[in-house]
């Protein structure tokens, strides 16, 4: 509800130019997504970074990904977006034309019913290639609370606490016409609470998606930490967790940001804030350290406060430049990262680069966009890469002129619906 009311304001009124930090994204919703602050000289920035990362022990991991996996010739034909319906006034999933824009399908729920809902939150859509997509559904039941009105009957009393959550994770594929064909329940995917953060192999072998576990109360908080990521073999049903943990007054992780698998689907790779917990409740204080971390072989599971370091902000200069957004490459070898920085004095900035692992290279500038003025702000709401991790998907921009696009030779291609505050997510 809190994530439709404020899809309503934003349709109405747009968002406003802002500096984000780590814990603003956590505010937004359940779960999260929405601009930090980005990178004045990427150069700079990242041979401090890397040189930082290199010293630490980092190495080159999961190099036996097979070339090729999830590449296609060009960008895909189709995209799948989730967007506010003004006229349905609600959030509805849809296949499009990356030429044309045009509505090839309505992407249905295959679970309707009170409390239903597909692709809810930051990345509840994930493509393993151009043509077969997977996305969470989620179903809640909830108890009327006590009425202070005798007799009032119970359809009409308030609803009280949650008292059951369970997502499943549905595939489905789009035809060369992009129509959708059906939708099947992956083996394995019946998950106890709520599951909107997924990512699928390349071979669509596997799916990794992060969970938050119904608390004792009933009631979600959005600063409520996950039980951790279940990595589902999605041919024999198969499933491992890497979870949480608990360590009182530790520093440890709290959330995934961004899911990714190398092209085999041996690592999986994480994008989230380390930070201070209490009890089950996040307590960033707006100092979290965001890191990319490489857990190998996904399927085995474990820890999430181990892996491998391969990316932190904590270690980017000049001091303030920050991680919302990364991916791994399919061989493993480098992570394409949208990194954001707003310096006391000066224009915003927001960039999106590929940044290579565990060398001593130069990262490559992929985009890069200014706000004129420190006020003005930087926006950014999506980022999204293809399973070949060639064609990215970025909603951005500075002040209003807030574009979603796909990036093609440092430019933003516009892509349907145009107009960057409309999409929630976008995955092809």
């Known amino acids: 509800m809190e994530r439709q009311l404020r899809d309503l304001m934003i349709a109405e009124a747009g968002d ?104 809810q939150g930051t990345a509840g859509l994930a493509a393993a290639d151009d043509q077969t997509f997977f996305m969470t559904c ?50 394995g995917s019946t998950l106890s609470g709520w599951a909107d953060n997924i990512a699928a192999s390349a071979d669509g072998s596997e799916v990794a998606a992060e969970v938050i576990a119904l608390p004792r109360s009933g009631r979600m908080a959005t600063n409520q930490v996950p039980e951790g990521i279940f990595v589902i073999n999605t041919g024999t049903g198969s499933r491992s967790l890497w979870h949480t943990g608990y360590v009182p007054g530790a520093n440890q992780y709290v959330d995934a940001m961004d899911i990714s698998f190398t092209g085999n689907g041996r690592d999986l790779v994480v994008l989230g804030p380390r930070c201070r917990r209490a009890g089950a409740l996040v307590n960033c204080n707006g100092h979290a350290d965001m ?37 791994i490459s399919p061989d493993g070898s480098a992570v394409t990262a949208v990194l954001t920085d707003c310096p006391p004095h000066g224009a915003c900035t927001l960039t999106v680069a590929r940044i290579p692992v565990g060398a001593a290279q130069q990262p490559r500038v992929l985009y890069r966009v200014h706000s004129g003025t420190r006020f003005q702000g930087i926006f950014e709401r999506l980022f999204s ?38 999409p929630e997510y976008e995955a092809w």
């Open 291 to 327: 890191q990319v971390r490489a857990y190998s072989p996904a399927e085995a599971g474990g820890s999430l406060q181990g892996g491998q370091v391969l990316l932190q902000d904590s270690a980017l200069k000049p001091r303030g430049t920050s991680l919302s957004n990364a991916f």
């Open 385 to 422: 890469s293809d399973p070949s991790g060639r064609y990215l998907i970025l909603d951005a921009g500075a002040g209003s002129g807030r574009v979603n696009g796909w990036i093609d030779h440092g430019r933003l291609v516009p892509l349907a619906p145009a107009n960057g505050n409309i």
């Open 138 to 187: 989620s179903v809640w039941r909830s108890a009327p609370a006590p009425s202070r009105r005798p007799g009032l009957p119970r359809q009409f009393r308030r609803p009280g606490k949650i008292t059951s959550i369970q997502s499943r994770i549905y595939r489905f594929h789009v035809t060369s016409a992009g129509r959708i064909t059906g939708y099947s329940l992956v083996k």
């Open 16 to 119: 406003p130019p802002h500096r984000v930090t780590v814990e603003a994204v956590r505010r937004r919703a359940i779960r999260r997504r929405a601009a930090q602050a980005g990178a004045a000289s990427l150069a700079v920035i990242l041979a401090v970074g890397l040189g930082v990362a290199v010293s630490a022990g980092i190495l080159r991991f999961g190099t036996s990904a097979a070339r090729g996996a999830g590449e296609h010739a060009g960008p895909p034909r189709y995209y799948v977006t989730q967007y506010f319906d003004p006229k349905a006034r609600k959030l509805v999933m849809a296949v499009r034309a990356r030429a044309s824009g045009r509505v090839t399908a309505v992407v249905g729920d295959p679970m309707p019913g009170p409390g239903s809902s597909c692709g």
